[in-house]
């Protein structure tokens, strides 16, 4: 079946980079997205990437995709406080359009 | 363009009472819209999707005559959760799905609402 695997935690200083990984199984996933979600908030979009890249970059943020491998991973650069938050990665079904969802990584960004 | 929004953004009910949570497509009209839930540092779980002018299609283990799912136009889908239980405290968040071409990317499909954050007494 689909399942979406995330680490719970990752803790960074400001100004580092943080790479958070995500892995999934439906090797007919279309797109794959990363989504940002504060406390008690709902989900903001950050980025995505379509299942034939092996890269995308938006302004902080990196999308790295290892389609053999099944594992995506956003990096961001320079990691600042507002960038504390729980972070999904979600893969579009091949064929359909729903959303999987990823565990969710909590990011925490030491000043 | 693509905005989804929620009411209410919270509420707070009594055991057995019944909840009405809306989902509106505020500047395109959504064909599909789908009903997730949240529990506190979980992941979103589908719950529901739901076409306009059919019955809504549940993943496995969600009761369908629990929650209630009305997709009475293009812009509006309601939740309905039936006599409600502590255990059916969470965060719930819908999703709009667009036609082609609709929101600031076509290849981005579903946009979603703020979420309505239920607690049962």
């Keep these: 079946g689909e399942d979406v695997e995330q680490s ?35 989900l903001q979009l950050l980025t995505y990437i379509f299942s034939n890249m092996d890269m995308k970059q938006d302004q902080r943020l990196t999308v790295l995709l290892n389609k053999k491998d099944k594992h995506l991973s956003l990096r961001i650069a320079d990691t600042q406080t507002g960038d504390s938050a729980i972070y999904f990665c979600a893969e579009r079904a091949g064929g359909t359009y729903k959303y999987i969802f990823g565990t969710g990584t909590r990011l925490k960004v030491l000043a | 363009g693509a905005v989804v929004s929620q009411h209410p953004s919270w509420v707070i009910c009594k055991s057995g ?44 283990g969600v009761e369908k005559d629990k929650f209630l799912i009305n997709h009475a136009s293009l812009t509006l889908s309601t939740l309905t ?41």
């Design chain 2, 81 to 121: 959760v039936t006599s409600a239980h502590p255990e059916d405290s969470s965060f719930y968040i819908c999703s709009a799905r667009t036609r082609q071409g609709v929101g600031t990317d076509p290849r981005v499909t579903q946009y979603f609402g703020p979420g309505t954050r239920l607690t049962v007494l």
């Design chain 2, 17 to 60: 009472t019944s909840v009405k949570i809306e989902c509106r497509s505020l500047d395109f009209q959504a064909t599909t819209m789908f009903w997730y839930r949240q529990f506190p540092k979980q992941s979103l779980m589908l719950m529901a999707t739901s076409n306009e002018g059919s019955k809504a299609t549940y993943e496995q």
């Design chain 1, 8 to 42: 719970l935690f990752l803790s960074v200083r400001e100004g580092d980079s943080s790479v958070i990984n995500c892995t999934y199984t439906d090797s007919s996933s279309t797109y794959l997205y990363w989504y940002k979600q504060e406390p008690g908030a709902g």
